[in-house]
């Protein structure tokens, strides 16, 4: 008999070649090979929203070619596609694209690409989970019907081109409502105080706690001069110590979201290039002579890890770290996410004795990188748990009281490989002991010093992509396959842009079509909503609910939404608003108006008259770039260059348009040198509109920073300094940090 199997990708593929050898014929569907039409809506929406598939133009040599191979005489076909919603409706429309008949194929599916797990699937075959494909048929139903019957009327109420989608209008939401509570914040003056203390076996800082026992507030300079003037007058005195053992347990080991954080965090990758680079170590890497898979399946939202694994954990962990880091029983992590499924596993190397080290030298720096992350992970869970001595000392000084924290930790346990990161950089445990020295009850204490800093409370911080993925889980909002595509959609779609800070701004556009979705769809953005119908969706596949009904009882109420909204809404209601100005060619009024490229003024009596310019700030800053550029000559046909303005803000077009069609950037001066050449360093733009900062003398020679340089040199060492963030700079020769005025 012969032996075909399917899977995605062509490095699957590649991977169980090498395990299974000439026996078997093993081919790539490319992932999906059919879909939705992509110019209809292709659902029946009067007969159970039955849709209408076709074999996507691009795959239809790929199937030509599977369905080739499968029709072979005494041919068993293998659909062997990743175990989630997404694989088996991969492998279920393979047989209805090739003309499967029940006997011709089995289903076969692995949670890593190695040998020992790929003979145990083939071993034990099993049918194609219909629930499964019923939840992502009714996924890509309801998305399809929120796009194709939504986004026409964003095109007539507000701007042609946009469009909206089920959960990316909510992570768009959350981005915005994030942005407006920044923008109504107040902050409020407070006074961090703390004295510099000595004692007859060294010295300590103590922070003051309390004002005649009731917590410390100062909330202004008149007050805190006070309380310095005090605490210099006042005599020290340690009135208690207390001491504390406590423990600290390991983090989880990882689910898809997060992995994603962590990389975020520790890596800085953006959770797309996490899932990429995962999804690299997943099907199989060259090692030395064996080609294999790394790690377990990279979309999961289960923390359970197999008894087999764990079994393993103890050999390597006493082997590399010692007996007293290893556990006599495994930890086992039952809490898991809404809908995760406990058949799969966390994320966890294949083999936990490959140690990142000894995969450093075959890995690319990215892979080697992730791959250590997880390996930490996931061994730092099954190690000992890290057992610390907590200090206090609280002093008193006449009405005031300040208190005196320090942390040893005695035995590190997992805290010897990994400890969790945190999006607050101020709650991470310092690498260093904090050691107090050895002080006593009713000790006296000298006063060194009283130091007394301004403090404003701040605003809620911007989501970056992990704390947004963060957020989502908490909401329930989408689940492990969708946090990667709904960042990279709402950013591509322009919506949402991505700072050189890595936080996610909410450009002009996303917040009109949140406003406009909030107003008038509410409970398409509404979170709970989002998260209700991602329970059902689970419903749907553990086969407790039917698909059909599901959709039905969402698409008529939002059906007869639309149509009530194209009635009632007007568009000039939305994006027009009225100004002082009158139009220079028929002494209309100008009426501000939302264009492909931003706002811009219109004349009122448009379309009899066609009359539109700028923005006057948009026109002021336009005349004042044609001015900096106006000696800046095309470099294919020397005809002056002119600023223009597009999608992703300005740049530098030939005049002699459309005869030539050179673009280049805009590249504004800082009057800093580049430290490598000596030339001058600009501001230029990347094609998706990204600030970045580069010499002028590329390409031959190429620095470049995505932070902006600063005119002033290192103290140190006369190296380039850079905007580390608000109020910090930092040389990237010697690495000093150095604190600014904000205000100068």
């Not at 169980?16 to 992932?31: E, N, P, Q, R, V």
């Not at 175990?83 to 692995?110: P, T």
């Not at 060294?202 to 309390?210: D, H, M, Q, T």
Request: a positive charge; proline letters at 5%; glycine letters at 6%.
């Amino acid at each position: 008999m012969n032996h075909l199997i399917i899977v995605e990708s062509p490095a699957k593929a590649k991977t169980l070649k090498k395990f299974l050898g000439a026996k078997y014929s093993i081919k790539a569907s490319m992932g999906h090979i059919r879909d939705l039409p992509k110019k209809t809506l292709a659902i029946d929406v009067d007969n159970d929203f039955e849709p209408e598939y076709e074999v996507s133009p691009e795959k239809k040599k790929v199937v030509a070619e599977l369905k080739k191979a499968a029709k072979k005489p005494d041919t068993m076909v293998w659909l062997a596609s990743d175990e989630d919603r997404e694989g088996e409706s991969i492998a279920w429309h393979l047989v209805y694209a090739l003309g499967l008949k029940k006997g011709d194929f089995k289903r076969i599916a692995f949670h890593e690409i190695t040998k020992p797990a790929v003979l145990k699937a083939l071993d034990n075959p099993r049918s194609i989970n219909i629930d499964l494909v019923h939840a992502q048929q009714a996924r890509r139903v309801l998305d399809r019907l929120v796009g194709y019957k939504l986004s026409p009327l964003l095109w007539s109420k507000i701007r042609a081109g946009l469009s909206a989608g089920r959960v990316q209008s909510v992570a768009v939401r959350l981005i915005v409502d994030r942005e407006r509570e920044i923008e109504a914040f107040k902050p409020e003056e407070y006074w961090k105080i703390n004295t510099d203390l000595k004692v007859e076996k060294g010295e300590f800082n103590a922070e003051l706690s309390k004002i005649k026992g009731k917590k410390a507030e100062v909330g202004n300079q008149k007050t805190a001069d006070q309380v310095v003037k005090d605490l210099k007058a006042a005599d020290y005195v340690i009135e208690k110590i207390t001491k504390k053992k406590t423990t600290r347990q390991p983090a989880a080991p990882f689910i898809t979201s997060t992995l994603q954080q962590e990389a975020s965090r520790k890596l800085g990758f953006s959770v797309k290039q996490t899932m990429v680079v995962a999804q690299q170590l997943y099907e199989g890497i060259d090692i030395g002579k064996d080609h294999t898979g790394l790690i377990t399946y990279m979309r999961t939202d289960s923390y359970n890890l197999s008894n087999e694994f764990l079994k393993t954990v103890p050999k390597v962990v006493t082997k590399l770290f010692g007996k007293g880091y290893a556990l006599d029983k495994p930890r086992l992590f039952r809490k898991k996410a809404k809908g995760a499924q406990e058949a799969h596993e966390a994320i966890r190397p294949t083999d936990l004795s490959r140690t990142p080290d000894e995969l450093k030298d075959l890995l690319d720096p990215k892979q080697y990188r992730l791959y250590k992350l997880i390996w930490e992970r996931t061994i730092a869970c099954q190690m000992a748990a890290a057992e610390l001595d907590t200090t206090t000392v609280l002093v008193k000084a006449a009405d005031y009281h300040l208190a005196a924290k320090g942390q040893v930790i005695r035995k590190p346990g997992f805290m010897k490989v990994y400890v969790e990161g945190t999006d607050n950089p101020e709650e991470a445990l310092s690498d260093k002991d904090k050691l107090l020295p050895e002080v006593s009850e009713g000790e006296a204490c000298e006063l060194e010093k009283v130091n007394a800093e301004q403090k404003f409370t701040q605003p809620p911080a911007r989501y970056t992509e992990a704390s947004l993925v963060k957020k989502m889980e908490a909401e329930g909002i989408g689940r492990p396959s969708t946090y990667a595509p709904t960042i990279s959609t709402i950013i591509s779609r322009g919506y949402v842009e991505k700072q050189a800070d890595k936080k996610l701004h909410p450009m002009e556009i996303g917040m009109i079509v949140n406003d406009f979705l909030v107003k008038h769809f509410s409970d398409i953005v509404d979170y709970k909503f989002t998260a209700n119908m991602e329970e059902k969706l689970d419903d749907i596949a553990d086969g407790k609910e039917a698909w059909q009904p599901v959709i039905e009882s969402f698409f008529k109420p939002f059906e007869k939404t639309i149509e009530v909204k194209k009635k009632e809404v007007k568009k000039s209601d939305i994006i027009t608003e009225t100004t002082d100005e009158t139009c220079d060619k028929c002494g209309a009024d100008m009426m501000v108006k939302l264009g492909r490229n931003g706002k811009f003024l219109s004349c009122s009596k448009y379309p009899e008259c066609k009359n539109a310019k700028p923005m006057k700030e948009d026109a002021e800053r336009e005349a004042k770039l044609q001015k900096e550029f106006k000696d800046e000559k095309c470099d294919k046909c020397g005809s002056p260059m002119v600023v223009k303005n597009g999608r992703y803000g300005e740049f530098l077009a030939c005049s002699n348009y459309p005869k030539c069609k050179s673009t280049r950037p805009l590249a504004h001066s800082l009057n800093v040198k580049c430290p490598e050449c000596g030339k001058d360093i600009v501001e230029k733009r990347t094609k998706r509109g990204k600030v970045f900062y580069g010499c002028t003398g590329y390409p031959d020679c190429d620095f470049a920073s995505w932070k902006k340089p600063v005119e002033d040199p290192c103290p140190v060492c006369k190296g380039l300094q850079v905007e580390q963030k608000k109020g910090l700079i930092k040389c990237l020769n010697c690495g000093k940090e150095t604190e600014v005025d904000e205000a100068s």
